[in-house]
């Protein structure tokens, strides 16, 4: 854990802020794709963090938010972080384990609940073993049994995960707000 946590308590709650701007900026067109050829649109789980990166990247440069917002950053190999994930974001100091800010796992709504397992034991390890202040899932996409659904995903109550420092966050459309399970 950071040897500073009234500072990165701030600065968490600053991103945060920048992150539901950040959000509220990713358009139809990242959230699923036309095909050639087909009907139907496929949701990218890829596609919607590239454009969740640019969208965070040109506001925390705006703010001079002054830690690196690291994209599918691989951690084999690292010295002390001794797994083999590739997160989808993290907001930190690089070179520096005492201000690791944040994780962001990324899941469509529709993705797999094997897969929201897998990132949900992430987000935990880094917040428990690697002195991350927090970490967030973000859900993306609509659904109409939308938090149910998402629940249903999680393999694990929402209070033990904010218990953990783990939020879940869900932005159902373009444009709107993200909303906190709680």
């Not at 500073?4 to 699923?32: C, T, W």
């Amino acid at each position: 854990m950071s040897s500073h946590p009234e500072r990165m308590a701030k600065d968490y709650a600053r991103f945060r802020v920048i992150l539901e701007a950040a959000a509220r900026q990713i358009g139809p067109q990242y959230f699923s794709l036309p095909v050639a050829g087909q009907a139907k649109e496929i949701v990218r789980e890829r596609n919607f963090c590239a454009e969740l990166h640019h969208q965070l990247r040109t506001l925390l440069e705006v703010e001079k938010f002054d830690l690196l917002l690291g994209a599918e950053i691989d951690k084999s190999g690292h010295p002390i972080i001794d797994m083999d994930v590739v997160p989808d974001l993290i907001v930190h100091e690089a070179g520096n384990m005492d201000r690791n800010l944040c994780i962001i796992e990324v899941k469509p709504i529709s993705g797999a609940t094997d897969g929201f397992h897998k990132d949900i034991r992430t987000l935990g390890k880094f917040t428990a073993n690697y002195g991350y202040h927090a970490s967030i899932l973000l859900v993306f996409g609509s659904h109409e049994e939308g938090d149910a659904r998402i629940r249903a995903k999680l393999g694990a109550d929402v209070s033990e995960l904010r218990a953990a420092r783990i939020l879940v966050l869900w932005l159902r459309e373009p444009g709107s707000p993200l909303v906190e399970l709680t």
